[in-house]
């Protein structure tokens, strides 16, 4: 199984190295599947908006919603987020490479893009995917042994993509 996952502390810098990878994965031909996020921060909130570019072209979907100045619970719209997941399975055929951009709270309650992930380590693809802190315990328990954690550099990880892709890791 060619599964592996990045994680950094502090919020949006997994987004970040995630999308750079994506980026350079990109620039080297490999024909990805999956998400990646961007955080608009906004000076009138405590949230932030977030954004998932569906891989490799788009298009990109707002997955927060406005609740307010005031508001501390959960704003993911889970209606937003299930429009991406159709949409990278649609993707998956044609991919090398399947990232996801985080393994988060409805990914921990086997939702989400779970079931996008299965079926891509079904047909042998490669799969990145950022986790966070709070979310690494599911995420471990949901990947087994099968699992390797990267550095937190985006070549290297660009390179085991490629590696995993080209059959040098199994």
Do not use: H
Request: aromatic share 4%; proline share 4%; with cysteine.
């Amino acid at each position: 199984m060619k599964l592996a996952y990045v994680t950094l502390q502090g919020r949006g810098r997994t987004d970040a190295l995630i999308a750079e990878v994506a980026a350079l994965l990109a620039a080297d031909g490999v024909r990805l599947a999956g998400t990646v996020q961007s955080n608009i921060e906004r000076p009138d909130r405590r949230k932030c908006d977030m954004d998932l570019v569906v891989l490799p072209d788009g298009p990109t979907v707002r997955i927060s919603e406005d609740r307010g100045a005031l508001a501390r619970g959960c704003i993911l719209d889970s209606g937003a987020l299930e429009q991406t997941v159709v949409a990278v399975q649609q993707r998956l055929a044609g991919a090398d490479v399947l990232i996801v951009n985080k393994f988060g709270k409805r990914e921990a309650e086997g939702r989400g893009l779970v079931p996008v992930i299965a079926e891509a380590l079904e047909m042998g693809l490669p799969v990145l995917i950022g986790v966070n802190g709070l979310n690494l315990a599911a995420f471990l328990a949901f990947a087994g042994e099968y699992v390797a954690p990267l550095s937190a550099e985006p070549v290297i990880v660009a390179d085991w993509c490629k590696a995993a892709f080209s059959q040098e890791i199994v």
